[in-house]
């Protein structure tokens, strides 16, 4: 549990840190699912970096667990629903799921790595605070 | 620390995030426009309504001479390395799917960098690009840039509808939505 937990935020802080200098790469990216407006676009693709390090760090440390876990939860289950619209409707889009780097075109591999994640977040929130977390010390507090 | 404060603090971060990214977005440098067209410098003398400039080019399909075109052609300038170029490969093969018998479709690479960003272009890296995002209408390699010099509209990609009668009917750049070149396409074959 503290494992998952700690790999989750783990990967949270790499993917948000690896996007949060490009916000344009990610907009295009975001765009090329075709699913939001250009006016939504932008301000979600400044934003979700941060938002993506602040639910990793909060992972890590084991604060709030129970609602960060079901944010991200929540979060994968998006970007799965996400590239799976993009399959389903052939559109090529680049998953742009670790920055500017990432090219890879979304594909099924990618929604049943993003379920998993969102499964692995959804067990971390169920078992919530676990080992080493933030959340006993507030409790005892 | 106690609960309520941390609670406070993440609910002001979580605020200032949001309230950040909309007021960079709306009143930021550069952030407003969302890219759909990697930025070249060429714009070349192709104009629609004017006669298609002529090229010929060796494709996948074989020799393609637009002088020698007997439908409509629907050409696109791409560049392998241009992330709007690679997603629009859907578009465009949608759109081949349902011209390919009425139109000449003839996807023409406009820069001397490969796929990769760094390398330089060449015939394997266009046939690589075809087979990576399952590409199926016809591409060429055009090792000058010839046809990007005269069609290019300042991004890539470039698209040009040229009519039977060999006028540009439509030119434009960047991810254009199917359903723009769809009805281009169908203007192109009624002529209109």
Known sequence: MLVIRVLLGGLLLVSGALKVAHPTDLAASIAGFRLLPATVVGPIALALPYI????????????????????????????????????????????????????????????????????????????????LAFDRKLRRA | MTKRSLILATAVLVAVIAIGAVLVYFFGPGHRQVQTASQSPVVGKAQVGQPAPAFEVSSTAGLFDLGKATKPVFLEVF?????????????????????????????????????????????????????????????????????????????????????KNKKIAYLDSGEIAYNDLDSALDKALSGH
């Not at chain 1, 909060?58 to 590239?83: E, M, N, P, S």
């Open chain 2, 79 to 163: 560049a392998t390395w241009c992330p709007h170029c690679q997603r629009e490969t859907a578009v465009v093969d949608r759109l081949y799917r349902k011209y390919g018998s009425r139109v000449e479709f003839v996807g023409v690479s406009g820069s001397d960098t490969g796929m990769d960003g760094a390398s330089p272009a060449s015939e394997l890296d266009v046939l690589n690009w075809a087979r990576r995002f399952k590409v199926t209408y016809p591409v060429a390699y055009d090792p000058l840039q010839n046809v990007a010099n005269l069609y290019l509209q300042g991004g890539f990609p470039t698209f040009a509808i040229i009519s």
């Open chain 1, 52 to 131: 993506e390090l602040l639910l990793g760090a909060y992972l890590i440390a084991g604060l709030f667990t129970r609602i960060v876990a079901t944010i991200a939860a929540i979060q994968f289950l998006l970007y799965g629903g996400a590239i799976a619209s993009a399959v389903l409707r052939h559109i090529s889009a680049a998953c742009g799921c670790f920055g500017p780097n990432d090219v890879s075109v979304a594909d099924w591999p990618h929604v049943g790595f993003d379920l998993a994640l969102a499964a692995a977040s959804a067990f971390v929130a169920y078992g919530a605070p676990g080992a």
